[in-house]
């Protein structure tokens, strides 16, 4: 059993589509980490949330971290084929993260 | 700064052979760590490093040793590979074990065992 639910698990999206992705647990965390994963390399941190409600914001991508601190999504505006891969979610009930399997998006141009 | 660096990129073993995957990070992180990717799985820890001479078991230690002898460099060591062992493996550092702390991966050794 996974300790956080992402979905959707495939997103094949056009180019300039909006988006937005989900991280659902029924834990609550200390944290929450969003990855971004490009094949055949390794993940690469985009952002820490560790404020219920906290919104933090890069560039196009729009991350929000739930007020009960068990959840959170994903939002990309205007999506670019550069936006291509796997996210990955991660959570932290103490100091140690746990991975969801992550929501593999194409933007196809 | 090459960050972390896994090698080698690509092995393909028979059951029950050895081997040692290697990680180096020159970010003068304590903290390392081995994960293994599998489809629908997720990344899941192995075994992780809390500071030089240290290791500790993760979610899925079982078939795997590891040993921590340099601050920069972190052994993963397959006694017996099994086909379950079949993966994409990453490392990762990072400098304090918080949970305000991001990880840095590898680009992963992806194992095949046959």
């Known amino acids: 059993t996974q300790l956080l639910e992402q979905s959707p698990q495939f997103l094949s999206i056009q180019e300039g589509e909006n988006l937005t992705v989900y991280c659902n647990s029924s834990?609550?965390?200390?944290?929450l980490q969003w990855y971004r994963q490009e094949p055949g390399e390794g993940p690469v941190l985009l952002v820490t949330?560790?404020?219920?409600?906290e919104v933090k914001k890069l560039k196009r991508l729009t991350f929000q971290f739930g007020d009960a601190r068990k959840d959170s999504s994903l939002h990309i505006t205007a999506a670019q084929p550069g936006d291509t891969g796997l996210y990955l979610c991660?959570?932290?009930?103490?100091?140690?993260?746990?991975f969801g399997t992550g929501t593999s998006l194409t933007v196809i141009p | 700064n090459a960050g972390v660096t896994q090698t080698p990129k690509f092995r393909v073993l028979k059951t029950g052979q050895s081997m040692t995957l290697l990680c180096a990070q020159d970010?003068?992180?304590?903290?390392m760590y081995w994960y293994r990717q599998d489809p629908g799985m997720g990344l899941r820890l192995i075994h992780y490093?809390?500071?030089?001479?240290?290791?500790a078991k993760g979610e899925v230690p079982d078939g795997y040793n590891v040993s921590r002898l340099k601050k920069q460099n972190f052994l993963l060591g397959l006694e017996s590979a099994a086909p379950s062992q079949t993966s994409v493996y990453f490392c990762?550092?990072?400098?304090?074990?918080?949970?305000?702390?991001?990880?840095?991966f590898g680009s992963g050794t992806r194992l095949t065992v046959v």
């Open positions: 970010m003068n992180h304590e903290y």
């Open positions: 834990s609550v965390f200390s944290s």
């Open positions: 990762a550092s990072r400098a304090e074990e918080g949970f305000r702390y991001g990880y840095t």
């Open positions: 991660a959570g932290a009930p103490g100091n140690q993260f746990y």
């Open positions: 490093s809390v500071g030089e001479g240290t290791t």
């Open positions: 949330v560790v404020t219920g409600g």
